[in-house]
């Protein structure tokens, strides 16, 4: 069973256009995060939750807005794209605020 | 600005070998972990370290962590070419957020 599952693996899209990603976590955490992994593998968190309250947002455009309906999903919306935007994004979650951390397999954006 | 870097950025060894990682940040921490990527994968946690501990092991790792010279190496003894993948150390250091600041992260092969 996949304890941290993102939906699509990989998004391919145009350049202006909005698009949703979406994670789940079955293991009863309390946390959940986003992360975004660039070229040169680099990662860096953006947002976290805890109870489904925003406790991390990291100097992000606004054009990202993560939802969290309830505590085991946390989803990303991106509006108008940019190619800047082409990344890896990863969604993890721990049972409290804290260590350990548990990642999806990520999600491959590209912008054409 | 990026809290983490590690060196070297890839290694290459022979099954058998020990592979020896180090990472060094720049502000003080509550702990250091270490994680492991595989190719097309997300993040596994290994091991963590508290900022009061200095060596810590757990089957062929060996963790250390040197808080006077913001250090901390990961040693992989007897490798086997299942170990190859990314090894990223990541810093918690901000209270009870949950944020972790990435390194850039070392790239191992293990040759069979």
Not at chain 1, 19 to 27: D, G, P, T, V, W
Not at chain 1, 85 to 97: G, P, R
Request: net charge positive; with cysteine.
């Amino acid at each position: 069973d996949t304890a941290v599952s993102q939906t699509p693996k990989y998004l391919v899209t145009q350049m202006g256009n909005d698009k949703s990603i979406k994670c789940e976590q079955n293991l009863g955490h309390d946390t959940m995060y986003w992360y975004k992994q660039d070229s040169k593998k680099f990662l860096k968190i953006m947002f976290s939750y805890n109870n489904k309250e925003l406790i991390i947002n990291e100097t992000v455009p606004n054009r990202f807005s993560p939802k969290s309906p309830d505590k085991a999903h946390l989803n990303l919306h991106i509006n108008s794209l940019e190619l800047g935007d082409s990344a890896v994004y990863f969604c993890a979650s721990s049972q409290v605020v804290g260590p350990p951390q548990h990642f999806g397999d990520g999600t491959r954006l590209s912008i054409l | 600005s990026q809290q983490g870097e590690e060196d070297p950025q890839a290694l290459s060894i022979q099954e058998g070998e020990n592979a020896t990682m180090n990472c060094s940040y720049k502000t003080s921490i509550n702990n250091l972990q270490w994680y492991r990527q595989n190719s097309g994968r997300g993040l596994v946690h290994l091991i963590l370290i508290r900022s009061n501990e200095r060596e810590k092991h757990s089957g062929r790792l060996r963790v250390t962590l040197d808080t006077s010279k913001k250090s901390s190496s990961l040693l992989i003894t007897a490798s086997r070419a299942a170990d190859t993948a990314s090894y990223f150390c990541a810093t918690d250091s901000a209270g009870n957020t949950g944020k972790l600041i990435f390194g850039q992260g070392t790239t191992l092969q293990v040759k069979p």
